[in-house]
């Protein structure tokens, strides 16, 4: 019998477009009920599309999207699942009436929804949690930290669940084209003998690049001669993408900004192109962007306080950004030994084990209850 599962959350984003485009199966029909315009060319992910896009600015804008989610809510008809992505306050006012339209409810946090609000936001999703069959989380880490903050209240709801990584497979394809590290780095306009420094991977002030830039100005002494930091800005705020690309661009060091959003294809090529990547983020759940990183072999430096406990093999952590430079002279003084450490089958399998849609789809379609 077909599961009709109407996902609640922004259509166009790249994780709900992935999750609907990865865990099919011929008994599930998805509807979503979205905060944004659907993008033509996602349109035919889904089965219907309800819209609370309202094309008013401001205060007037969020009226109108609260009016036309309660409006959706109330006329659709009943479905078998419910699943909420990325939970919001809009979703924790209209619980009960959500509730009563589902056979089952599920709450997927993402990160950012749970860590980056304030305890006030946090206590109004008990409405919400109170009311779900299952809350997914992705990570040890942020589990801990939940049912912590929840005083255990939903351990008999919590799943330990994640969204998956399709890059991983494209990078494989890649690889097997025979495409090399330094045919790579010529489509990016790097130098192909370059040792190439990835610092972060989009255009958000949590990214803290001046922080970075400051740190790989002091290790000038002991980076390799052939550095090459690359700074990708494909997304996220215009404006600071601006500043970050005259900053870096007055900051003497070698390398460039790359501001086209790239394809999975791109992304990538762009990954096998570099040799370590620095993701010093103020918050994150899991970085799957960090992981595509590791899984092309790059040595990964990344701050200790985002607990990323499943990667503690494969990863170096730093206590503080200050601590940036010291560390970096510490990897070149021995770089071999460092390299090693993320380009082996050993990691690319833990990766595709826990990280993989192959793997992650068929936990999806047992918490649907689909075989």
């Not at 790989?216 to 700074?231: D, G």
């Not at 215009?238 to 690309?245: F, H, M, P």
């Not at 090693?340 to 993989?356: A, M, V």
Request: charged residues 25%; proline residues 1%.
């Amino acid at each position: 019998m077909g599961k009709k599962v109407l996902i609640i959350g922004y259509c166009n984003a790249y994780f709900r477009r992935e999750f609907v485009r990865n865990v099919v199966h011929e008994q599930i029909q998805y509807d979503v009920l979205s905060f944004e315009k659907c993008d033509e060319k996602y349109r035919n992910l889904y089965n219907r599309v309800y819209t609370c896009a309202s094309p008013f600015k401001g205060k007037i804008q969020a009226l109108m999207t609260y009016i036309l989610f309660f409006i959706h809510i109330l006329t659709v008809g009943h479905y078998d699942i419910i699943h909420i992505h990325s939970i919001k306050e809009i979703e924790s006012l209209y619980a009960p009436l959500i509730r009563k339209k589902c056979d089952k409810l599920i709450c997927t946090i993402y990160g950012s929804d749970y860590m980056r609000v304030t305890n006030k936001v946090r206590q109004q999703y008990k409405k919400l949690f109170d009311r779900a069959d299952y809350i997914t989380l992705a990570t040890k880490t942020i589990t801990q930290d939940f049912n912590q903050y929840y005083k255990n209240r939903y351990l008999d709801k919590i799943v330990r669940l994640s969204m998956a990584i399709d890059t991983f497979r494209v990078i494989d394809q890649v690889i097997q084209s025979g495409s090399n590290r330094e045919e790579l780095k010529s489509l990016f306009g790097i130098p192909r003998d370059s040792f190439v420094i990835t610092v972060g991977y989009n255009a958000t002030r949590e990214q803290n690049h001046t922080k970075i830039f400051k740190q790989l100005m002091e290790s000038k002494e002991w980076l390799p001669s052939n550095y090459f930091v690359v700074v990708p800005m494909g997304y996220g705020n215009a404006a600071y993408r601006e500043r970050i690309v005259e900053e870096f661009n007055h900051s003497g060091l070698n390398g460039k900004c790359l501001c086209e959003f790239y394809d999975m294809e791109m992304i990538a090529r762009l990954r096998l192109s570099s040799e370590m990547m620095i993701q010093l983020q103020d918050t994150d759940l899991i970085s799957a962007s960090m992981m595509e990183y590791i899984y092309t072999g790059n040595i990964v430096v990344t701050g200790a306080w985002l607990n990323y406990t499943e990667l503690n093999e494969y990863i170096e952590e730093i206590c503080s950004i200050e601590a940036l430079s010291s560390k970096l002279k510490e990897i070149f003084s021995d770089l071999e030994q460092y390299c090693t450490k993320t380009r082996t089958e050993k990691c690319k399998k833990y990766l595709n084990d826990n990280f993989s849609w192959l793997e992650v789809k068929k936990k999806w379609l047992m918490l649907y209850g689909v075989e």
